[in-house]
């Protein structure tokens, strides 16, 4: 016998419980379904263990240096996956099919299949609905390397679940979940190899925040690799192929290891059926609208699925704006939100909106100006002893004082970065952010600080970008 729904929500991810709630909020009739854990990737194996691991890896570190190695410390080291493990039981605790069973959300564990336009199946029961969200999430990507065990392989659905730290931990690919599982297995102790087959480490950083972390890095005792090209795993032993720019091999390198941590990227996790549903698909995820709206008008989907900015808030965004344009069809479009990232590292770094190199690009080099503040100028960060390597870039519009981007590296970026992505949504201008008063002492006030260097720059210039802008 069928069942219907007003709306069937597959994927208990960020994107899927925003959507399930959003949906129960304005009154619809919601199924929600899950093949294997409530909270998805982010509170299971994500977001949530991976900054928990952080926080005591930090939280080591620092109490490492200034008492030594004293034995409650080592004790602390032993079990702390088992308190990460703790942590993500925390929250789930609060995101069992119970607890949303009591907001009147009918939840189904199991694989959805998609049967028709607007029928799905769950362990040989069907439904059907008015309308479905896809939120089925996303997986780590993975790369055929020979010799390498499934016994030796990590990523980040298993790594939490070790019984104990690795003594010699060799991370691929530099990317935020690289960095920030590679520098805490590194304060933890571990022996750490990154290697990237970028030519830049932590390429998806400004070009002035890469060198920056990089020297963390190396001051930490990663051993970093570039240009590096996995060829084979033999006895504990991965061999890599160091090429050039021009894709030849230059030279070859060797790197021992316990554990060998693969982090690459993230691949779509897709249902079953999307054919039969007439969704159109490729490889990279479903292909959506402006309105994260399918080729079938009656099926969404949001988050790592089938957007190509995989962080959470963007899957809970993109969730809020399908509540709004199933109750609202004329609702606008918000697929040009400025979306900030977050790598959670020690140093932090946060981003906005362009880069300098892209910048240039976009609007020429005559019409932009990098403004740059490092944190030896902010007194909250002298309290805190957190100057070292803090740095905040600001790419404006010259004349205006518009900002189209901004990255920091240091403490609190996190933040910060989001009084940026304010200004860039908003038109506020460092004209205006000038006139803004921040409290003292506070890192946020190395944002004031940013708008007086852009009043000193303008003013200085003001005759000839004014020539520039004319001739243009």
Known sequence: MKKHY?????????????????????????????????????????CIPSKSLLHHAKSYHKAKKLSGDTPELKT?????????????????????????KNMGIDVVMGEAMFTSEKSITVQDQEYTFDTSVIATGSSPRMVDVPGLQEQDLLTNQNVFTQ???????????SGPIGMEL????????????IATID?????????DISPIIEKEFTDLGVNIIKRAYISKIKDGVASFDIKDSENTIVSSTEVPFDKVLLAIG??????????????????????????????????????????????????????????????????KSDRTKQVPKVTFTQPEIAAVGMSWEQAIENY????????????????????????????????????????????????????????????MEHNISL???????????????????????????????????LANYFKK
């Open 6 to 46: 007003d709306v069937i929500v597959v994927g208990a991810g960020s994107g899927g419980l925003t959507s399930a709630v959003g949906f129960k909020n304005i009154g619809k009739s919601v199924l929600l379904v899950e093949r294997e854990h409530m909270g998805g990737e982010c509170t299971n194996t994500g």
């Open 76 to 100: 602390y080291r032993i079990n702390i996956l088992s308190q990460v493990q703790a942590k993500i039981n925390d929250i789930l605790a609060h995101e069992t099919p119970e607890q949303f």
């Open 163 to 173: 019984e104990k730290l690795p003594e010699k931990l060799l991370v691929i690919g």
């Open 182 to 193: 590679g520098q805490a297995f590194a304060m933890l102790g571990s022996n750490v190899t």
């Open 199 to 207: 030519h830049r480490f932590a390429k998806l950083e400004d070009e």
């Open 266 to 331: 993230r691949a779509p996790n897709m249902p079953q059926g999307l054919d039969v549903a007439k969704i159109e698909h490729t490889k990279y995820g479903v292909t959506t609208n402006k309105h994260h709206q399918t080729s079938n008008k009656n099926i969404f989907a949001v988050g790592d699925v089938s957007l190509k900015l995989k962080f959470t808030h963007t899957a809970d965004d993109a969730a809020r704006h399908v509540v709004k344009k199933v109750l609202l069809p004329f609702t």
């Open 364 to 423: 020429g080099v005559n019409q932009v100006v990098k403004l740059s503040v490092p944190y030896s100028k902010n007194d909250r960060a002298i309290t805190d002893e957190a100057t070292e390597n803090g740095l905040a870039v600001v790419i404006a519009k010259k004349l205006s004082g518009k900002v189209i981007g901004a990255n920091i590296i240091g403490q609190s970026s996190g933040e910060i970065i989001s009084f940026f992505t304010l200004a």
């Open 431 to 465: 004209w205006k952010v000038n006139k803004i008063i921040f409290p003292y002492p506070t890192v946020s006030l190395i944002i004031k600080k940013i708008s007086d260097e852009f009043l000193s720059y303008q003013l200085r210039n003001i005759k000839s970008d």
